[in-house]
C-alpha cells in the first residue's frame, strides 16, 4: 500500500519543490511519516524488528538513493511481517516492505525495482502535491488516514472505507487518478535502476508476474496491484524503455539470498523448517547453495541444535560467502555453546569486515549484556551513538547496561531517549523527572538532564497544541 499515491497528469518529471513546496514542507513531511512510523513499530504486531532483514533492505535501499534525484530526503526502509506481495511509501521517506515481497522476487532486480518505484513516489513529493491540491487536511487528519490505511493494507475495499471515516475524506475522490502518479514513479524508478547498475527488467518482469498471479489467484496475490493499479500501457512503456538498454547479467548480492533463506527459516515450527532446507540441500533444487545452507543453520538454531547449525554454517562459509548475516549467526552458534572467546571475536573480525552493519552492532552489544558485561556494554554503545545518535536500539542497551550496573541516573536518562525516539514524549519526561532524583547523578549528568528536560517539555506543549488543532 502506498500513501503517495494521488493525481497528477504530466508527460515529464517534474522538478523538486515546484508547486507543494510552499504547502507542505520536507520538515513537516518527515514529522507525518515519523509519528506514523512511531504507531507501526511500537504498536503494530506486524512489525519484523529483524537486524539483518532491515540492516539489508536500507543498503539496498541506500544503493538506490544515492542515484535518486533527490539522495538528501533521508531514507528510512522497514520491514513488515506479512505474506501477502505489497510495499508502500510514507511521507518523508519511510517505506515498509512486506515480506511476502521479499520471499516473491526471483531476483535482487526485480526486488530493486519494487524499492526504486516507492523511493519514487517519495522524490516526486506526490505527498506534498497531493495537499496542495486539497488543502483541507492538518497533520493530525494526515496521520490518522495514513494508519487507517496501513491497518487495512492488504484489503482494497476495507482501504476506501478506512479514508471516508476520518478526516481525511475529501481526499478519497482523488484516489481514482492515482495512476497518473504510478506512471511517473515507473519512469523514475526506472532511471534509479539503471543508474544503481540493477537489471532494468527486473520491474517489469516483476510486475508482469504480479498479473499472471492475478488470473490465478485473484484473492491472495494481488495486495500491491490493488494499491498500484497496473496497466497494459504501463507494462508497455516498461518495456520500451528497456529497449533502449542493453541487456547484461546483474547477479543477486549474497545478502539477498541469505535474507530470504532467513524469512523462510523463521516460518513455522523449527522442525518443519529443518526438513524443507534439508530436503531442498538433499536434492539440490536451490538456487544458492550457500544460502541454503544458511536457511537450515539458522532452522537449526532455533531448535537449539547447536551443533548441527555450526556445522551449516561452516558449509556456507567453505562456499566463499561473505556476508555479515553469515558472521553474526556463526558468533551466536558459538556463543550459545559457551564459547565466549571465540563468539566474541567473531563478531569483532566481522565489525572490521563489515562497519557500517548495525546487525553485528546489535548482537554484539546484546552478547556483552548476556555476559553481565556491562561495563563494556555501556562503553560499546557510547561510542557507537557518536555515529548513530537517534538508534533507540544503541539506547536500550545503554539503560540495560546502566542497570546492569547499578547506575539509576544513567538508565532513566537512556530510557527517556528510548521514550523520545518512540514518539512517547510525556513518557520521556517523567522518565528525566526520575533521572533528577537519582542521588548518583553528577554534575555533568544533572546538567544534561536539565537541558534535556526543558527541550522535551517544549516539545510536548507543542504537540498539544497540534491535537488541539
Avoid at 126 to 139: D, E, K, N, T, W
Amino acid at each position: 500500500m502506498t500513501l503517495l499515491i494521488q493525481p497528477l497528469r504530466a508527460d515529464d518529471l517534474p522538478e523538486l519543490g515546484d508547486v507543494a513546496g510552499g504547502d507542505l514542507s520536507l520538515s513537516t513531511e518527515k514529522k507525518i511519516g515519523q509519528q506514523i512510523m512511531h504507531e507501526i513499530r511500537w504498536r503494530d504486531n506486524a512489525y519484523l524488528d529483524d537486524a539483518d532483514i532491515e540492516s539489508y533492505l536500507n543498503q539496498l535501499g541506500g544503493r538506490l538513493v544515492a542515484v535518486s534525484n533527490d539522495p538528501g530526503i533521508g531514507f528510512y526502509f522497514f520491514t513488515i511481517n506479512d505474506p501477502s506481495i505489497n510495499a508502500f511509501a510514507m511521507p518523508g521517506g519511510f517505506i515498509g516492505v512486506h515480506t511476502g515481497l521479499i520471499l516473491s522476487a526471483e531476483s535482487e532486480s526485480e526486488l530493486a525495482g519494487v524499492l526504486a518505484h516507492e523511493i519514487s513516489h517519495v522524490t516526486q513529493r506526490h505527498i506534498a502535491r497531493q495537499v496542495f491540491q486539497s488543502r483541507q487536511l492538518g497533520i493530525a487528519s494526515m496521520v490518522a488516514m495514513g494508519l487507517a490505511l496501513l491497518a487495512a493494507r492488504s484489503n482494497g475495499q476495507v482501504a476506501g472505507a478506512a479514508i471516508a471515516t476520518t478526516q481525511a475524506g475529501a481526499m478519497s475522490a482523488q484516489l481514482a487518478f492515482s495512476r497518473d502518479f504510478e506512471r511517473e514513479a515507473d519512469r523514475s524508478g526506472f532511471e534509479i535502476m539503471r543508474k544503481s547498475g540493477f537489471d532494468v527488467r527486473g520491474m517489469s518482469a516483476f510486475f508482469q508476474r504480479l498479473q499472471r498471479a492475478v488470473r490465478l489467484y485473484e484473492n491472495n496475490a494481488t495486495a500491491y496491484l490493488r494499491t498500484h493499479p497496473l496497466t497494459g500501457e504501463r507494462l508497455t512503456d516498461m518495456q520500451n524503455r528497456e529497449q533502449a538498454v542493453p541487456y547484461r547479467q546483474v547477479r543477486d548480492s549474497a545478502d539477498f539470498s541469505l535474507v530470504r533463506a532467513k524469512l523462510r527459516a523463521m516460518q513455522g515450527i523449527p522442525s518443519e523448517a529443518v526438513r524443507d532446507f534439508s530436503t531442498l540441500l538433499g536434492d539440490k533444487k536451490y538456487a544458492s547453495e550457500a544460502a541454503a545452507h544458511y536457511g537450515l543453520a539458522y532452522a537449526l538454531y532455533r531448535g537449539r541444535d547447536w551443533l548441527g547449525a555450526e556445522r551449516e554454517v561452516l558449509a556456507a562459509r567453505r562456499l566463499k560467502t561473505s556476508s555479515a548475516m553469515l558472521e553474526r549467526l556463526y558468533a551466536e552458534i558459538r556463543l550459545a555453546q559457551g564459547d565466549v572467546k571465540g563468539g566474541l571475536l567473531i563478531y569483532r573480525d566481522a565489525m572490521v569486515r563489515f562497519p557500517l552493519n548495525l546487525g553485528l552492532v546489535y548482537g554484539y552489544g546484546g552478547a556483552l549484556i548476556a555476559l553481565k558485561r556491562f561495563d563494556e556494554a555501556l562503553r560499546f554503545a557510547d561510542a557507537q551513538l557518536q555515529t548513530n545518535p537517534h538508534d533507540v536500539r544503541l539506547y536500550k542497551m545503554r539503560a540495560e547496561s546502566s542497570a546492569g550496573l547499578g547506575k539509576v541516573a544513567q538508565l532513566h536518562q537512556a530510557t527517556a531517549e528510548v521514550f523520545a525516539l518512540q514518539g512517547q514524549t510525556q513518557a520521556a519526561i517523567e522518565q528525566l523527572e526520575l533521572a533528577q532524583r537519582a542521588a548518583d547523578a553528577s554534575f555533568y549528568d544533572m546538567s544534561a538532564i536539565d537541558a534535556r528536560l526543558r527541550e522535551l517539555k517544549r516539545l510536548r506543549i507543542e504537540e498539544i497544541k497540534e491535537k488541539r488543532n
